[in-house]
């Protein structure tokens, strides 16, 4: 199992298939999925023959892309994920970046660091000239995320849903970061 990398507090490595109960605690939170599905209940057998195996399918399609289980230095937990890849139809180049974290670990700058730490790989390592991120208009956290690792607002859109959930009539937003624009961020001291 590879260790993709290593912040502060937080060590990102791939998923295994003993991953199942670690997701299936992540999604059953209603907290956790009510800007992704509305807090609908997991489903766990959808994640062990669906979900797990295509986060285990992206290590092979995408040397250095794909979903990162978070982990907690200090004690071992398990505390979400984050991913970190070229969405269908778009260029190596321009990957997505995207979390999803226990509601337990909220609030420490966790999802910032991790992002902070995946920004500085995808554009010193991976060649990436573009990254971005998308959340529901209405899902603040989210967003501050997004605006605290230096993204700006790109767009407000609105998608169809055949069964939308609440906040869905405010839209989608996406925010990026150029290379250019990281390479020219202030340094942590100005911050
Ligand atoms: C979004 C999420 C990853 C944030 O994780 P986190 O580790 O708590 O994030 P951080 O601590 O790094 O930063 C969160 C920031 O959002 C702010 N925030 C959180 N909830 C907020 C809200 N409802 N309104 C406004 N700001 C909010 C926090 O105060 C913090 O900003 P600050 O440091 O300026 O105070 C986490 O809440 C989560 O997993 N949510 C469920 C899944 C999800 O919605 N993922 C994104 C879908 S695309």
Redesign the pocket.
Known sequence: MRVFLETERLLLRQFTDADVDHLFALYDDPE?MR??NGGEPADRAEIENHDLPAFLGYYERFPGYGFWAAIEKTSGDFL?WFHFRPLRGHHTDDPEL????NRS?????????GSLALLEKGFTEFGARRIW???MAV????R??ME?IGMRHVRTYHEHFDNPIPGTEEGEVEYAITLTEWLARPSPASR
Do not use: D, H, I, Q
């Not at 995207?98 to 974290?101: A, F, K, T, V």
């Not at 670990?105 to 660091?113: D, F, H, L, M, R």
């Open positions: 956790v800007y992704l979400g995207g979390y999803r974290l670990s909220w609030g420490n700058g966790y999802a910032t660091e991120a998308a959340t899902n603040r956290g989210s501050r995320v605290k």
